[in-house]
């Protein structure tokens, strides 16, 4: 099946700090996601993205499907940014599942 | 509108008990998916069902089964449970099954084995 890795597994930063997450994957996507998961378990959708570029307030996500990887920029990032961030793949013929990766574990300290 | 909703939110069962979660998709959803999520991990493929049939299935013993009402609401069953089902279990609803769809997941259901 597909792989998706995300990189790196874990990250702290001061409030304020910029930073950018990865997802690689291995095979051409329908869908590419990127989620927040919150304390409480519940998947947050930040992007629906499978290819371009979107922007929404402080964070930002760009897609190049032709070279597999997808990225999300935190700027100026909050407190209640902390949690973990993931990225899930639709591989292109199998509509039905997404694939998820391992997660990044965003701490963000005051 | 309300977004995708699970229940219950936490349950704790016994080894070898049988277990039943549900899930309300989005107004206008017809395709709902289950997956498992166990500590430190991504959430896992469990089940998708469209138009109440089942579409596509992950790699879960047949202890695990599910089902899709006409309303589109859906339940995931676990038969003779063992302790490595403990997980977030969580229901994920999209508009179809086209290509590309985004999907919306509810809060998930604690299930833990003891």
């Known amino acids: 099946g597909i792989q998706v890795e995300q990189s790196p597994p874990d990250l702290i930063l001061q409030e304020g700090a910029n930073s950018t997450l990865r997802c690689n994957f291995s095979?051409?996507?329908?869908?590419l996601q990127w989620f927040h998961q919150n304390p409480w378990g519940q998947l947050i959708n930040l992007f629906y993205i499978p290819s371009g570029t979107k922007q929404n307030g402080r964070l930002s996500a760009t897609t190049v499907a032709t070279e597999r990887y997808s990225l999300l920029y935190i700027s100026s990032s909050q407190t209640t940014d902390s949690g973990v961030y993931f990225c899930a793949v639709e591989k292109g013929g199998s509509n039905y599942k997404l694939t998820f990766g391992k997660g990044t574990l965003l701490t963000v300290n005051p | 509108d309300a977004g995708v909703t699970q229940s219950p939110t936490h349950l704790i069962k016994t080894r070898g008990q049988h277990v039943t979660l549900r899930c309300s998709p989005i107004?206008?959803?017809?395709?709902v998916s289950w997956y498992q999520q166990v500590l430190g991990q991504g959430p896992q493929f469990i089940f998708q069902y469209y138009e109440k049939e089942e579409r596509g299935r992950g790699n879960f013993p047949d202890r695990f089964s599910a089902r899709q009402f006409p309303n589109y609401s859906s339940e995931l069953n676990v038969n003779a449970l063992l302790l490595g089902d403990s997980a977030l279990y969580l229901c994920?609803?999209?508009?179809?099954?086209?290509?590309?769809?985004?999907?919306?997941f509810g809060q998930g259901t604690r299930l833990t084995v003891v």
């Open positions: 994920a609803s999209s508009l179809s099954r086209s290509f590309g769809t985004e999907a919306f």
């Open positions: 107004s206008g959803h017809k395709s």
């Open positions: 095979d051409s996507v329908n869908n």
